[in-house]
């Protein structure tokens, strides 16, 4: 065993026990979610935070209950835009042209629109993309009676 610590490796712990926390701490509020008056849809496979930037998968993160895909995009200005797609009959009858609160977090949350394709689209400005927790995304329905 190496007793010298490479702060590359405790780095690259600490990130991979943020995200091991952050994956409990989902999955345990998706088990509670079920139990809300209002639908809520979290993400399960969560985005790792490398040294500058969160760093999605290049398929996306898809909702706990499949209804959703969720993609980091970066546009040429450097602006991030957060694009969510319902995925499916499903997806689109539960999120179709429907108000929804994007949670990014405990600090950050964004009220939006789906189109009637089921697509969302969130321009994040510099400060969003600084607050925005990525690992805690979360999708509530707020207007169900549509």
Known sequence: MNPTLDPRDAA???RTLRVATQTTIAREEMRDGRTRARPLSSFA??????LTEWRFPAAGLTSGDGLVLARLLHESDGAKVLTL?????????AYAQKAVRVRLGETLAIDGVFDRDGALHI???????????????QIELLDSAL
């Open 12 to 14: 690259r712990f600490l």
């Open 85 to 93: 797609q319902a995925q499916g009959a499903a997806g689109l009858s």
């Open 45 to 50: 496979a969560l985005a790792a935070k490398g």
């Open 123 to 137: 321009v994040l400005d510099q400060d969003a993309q600084t607050r925005a927790d990525f690992a805690a995304l």
